[in-house]
């Protein structure tokens, strides 16, 4: 174990444990490193974005000078760090106390806080030496995150692991430290799922609309009461497996829409002409990505729209 602190007896295989654990729990890649930046535990969750970065030395090397940076600044203010892990990609830096000290820390991601830039994306491919479509594809499968949710991730994981690090500190009986510990670690993973029921709610407090729509049937999955209302339905359990083609005035345009994301896999400031159940017709301006559903292996279509007017709609 590279830990170079005596008060920290815990093995590596419940250092993982409880790692892995917050990895599933909150859906992205999360590794212990010490001071020196050094691994301590194997990265859970790994991205193929992840690995390809790994494969050039030009961006490994980046890689650790980014690193390097955000833990003196950990050090510096003892809080959680979020910083840009790699081009138009995040992480977060969350330190782990022991006795008033910071010993180590949590860093999760790569995440990513919305669509792709195509500029960007360009330019990284061509530094990995990989086709842009390659490169796009690892982006894309990259965990969506707001700034917000990320932050308060890593506040919670700064919580849990100094808790359990410093429980573990106490210097009590092994069989009884260990069910301590393990209780406390299944607390903590109830407060995770409160964390994320939170994220949720501000998921249904946002203005614009957000949706997820099944790539194959073409049907709404989960929609936000603004996404509901602004199609003119009172609540999103009025939208949930209806077809969204059925929605447009001219259903043909969303065949055309899905053509271009099948093909690019992202599409940005898209207009759809929808008409309401009283028959009234909106526009809108739409931003979607296609993302993998980790537990059915599908590909669903992940978007934001927001209404404009007729005049803006014939201006895209």
């Given at each position: ?77 003892g809080q959680v760090v979020i910083f840009e892990r790699h081009p138009d990609t995040y992480a977060f830096l969350a330190p782990i106390y022991v006795g008033g000290e910071i010993i180590a820390f949590f860093i999760g991601g790569l995440v990513r ?30 965990p969506f995150f707001t700034k917000e949710r990320l932050e308060a991730s890593a506040n919670l994981i700064k919580l849990i692991g100094s808790t359990i690090f410093n429980l573990e ?148």
């Amino acid at each position: 174990m590279k830990l170079k602190d005596q008060r920290i007896n815990l093995s590596l295989q419940v250092l993982q444990r409880i790692q892995d654990n917050y990895s599933t729990a909150l859906g992205i890649p999360i590794s212990i490193r010490n001071q020196e930046g050094e691994l301590i535990t194997k990265l859970s969750q790994p991205s193929k974005l992840w690995a390809l970065i790994h494969s050039s030395a030009e961006a490994e090397k980046k890689l650790v000078n980014l690193l390097k940076i955000a833990i003196e600044k950990c050090n510096r203010t003892g809080q959680v760090v979020i910083f840009e892990r790699h081009p138009d990609t995040y992480a977060f830096l969350a330190p782990i106390y022991v006795g008033g000290e910071i010993i180590a820390f949590f860093i999760g991601g790569l995440v990513r806080f919305g669509n792709p830039n195509l500029e960007i994306a360009t330019e990284q491919s061509a530094i990995l030496k990989i086709d842009l479509d390659t490169y796009l594809d690892a982006y894309l499968n990259l965990p969506f995150f707001t700034k917000e949710r990320l932050e308060a991730s890593a506040n919670l994981i700064k919580l849990i692991g100094s808790t359990i690090f410093n429980l573990e500190n106490q210097g009590s009986e092994n069989k009884a430290k260990n069910r301590l510990i393990t209780r406390k670690n299944e607390e903590l993973t109830t407060q995770l799922q409160e964390s994320q029921n939170l994220y949720k709610r501000i998921f249904d407090t946002v203005n614009d609309g957000i949706y997820l729509a099944d790539l194959e049937q073409g049907t709404f999955i989960d929609i936000n009461p603004a996404g509901a209302q602004l199609l003119g339905y009172q609540s999103p359990t009025d939208l949930i497996g209806k077809v969204v083609r059925n929605l447009y005035v001219n259903p043909s345009e969303r065949d055309h829409y899905l053509e271009k994301l099948k093909a690019q896999g992202v599409i940005s400031k898209w207009p759809a002409h929808i008409r309401t159940p009283s028959g009234e017709e909106r526009y809108f301006e739409t931003n979607a990505s296609l993302i993998l559903d980790q537990k059915t292996g599908k590909q669903i279509i992940q978007g934001i729209f927001r209404e404009i007017l007729p005049r803006e709609h014939r201006q895209i």
